[in-house]
């Protein structure tokens, strides 16, 4: 049996994994005591933050509008274009916080929530069809993809 080469999808679903691995160590976090705890869930809450707006901001640049091209129906695109705007709005509030308190917890928390419903419906809906489309370059889009979150990965660092 043939594999297929990795391609955008993959990429974008790497950075979903890796995220949702973060959420679950600030959740295990959020159950310890401590002096330190506060400062770590405050810096795991900006990587967060940090490679979530990485994420989006390719999404944005590169897949969503290559989809748009190839596909007739765009209404999950508009639909992830808005749960990126309220993971922004989230996002925009974490940054703003200046401790660790419970309304940062809870912020944290739905966040985390967005994106893993976010998430679901990329890999369930919108990743299929990206590959079903013919037009569409998948394998290329993942270096153009990579080359623009390395950009960006050292912009914001």
């Known amino acids: 049996m043939a594999t297929r080469e990795k391609d955008a999808c993959d990429l974008l679903d790497a950075d979903h994994r890796a995220v949702k691995k973060m959420f679950k160590e600030y959740e295990d976090l959020t159950n310890s005591r401590g002096r330190t705890v506060a400062q770590k869930k405050m810096d795991l809450a900006r990587q967060i933050c940090h490679e979530l707006t990485v994420h ?10 290559a989809l748009r091209a190839v596909m007739k129906d ?17 996002i925009a509030q974490i940054e703003g916080m200046a ?9 944290v928390t739905v966040l985390g929530e967005y994106i893993d ?29 990579m080359a623009r979150k390395e950009e960006l990965m050292g912009e914001m660092a």
């Open 99 to 107: 401790e660790a308190d419970e309304m940062f917890d809870a912020k």
């Open 56 to 65: 989006a901001q390719i999404e944005e640049e590169i897949f969503y509008p």
């Open 74 to 90: 765009t209404d999950l695109i508009a639909e992830a274009e808005v749960e990126h705007q309220s993971a922004k709005d989230l």
């Open 117 to 145: 419903h976010h998430v679901k419906e990329e890999r369930n809906e919108i990743f299929p069809k990206a590959r079903a489309a013919r037009k569409l370059d998948l394998v290329s889009m993942r270096d153009e993809l």
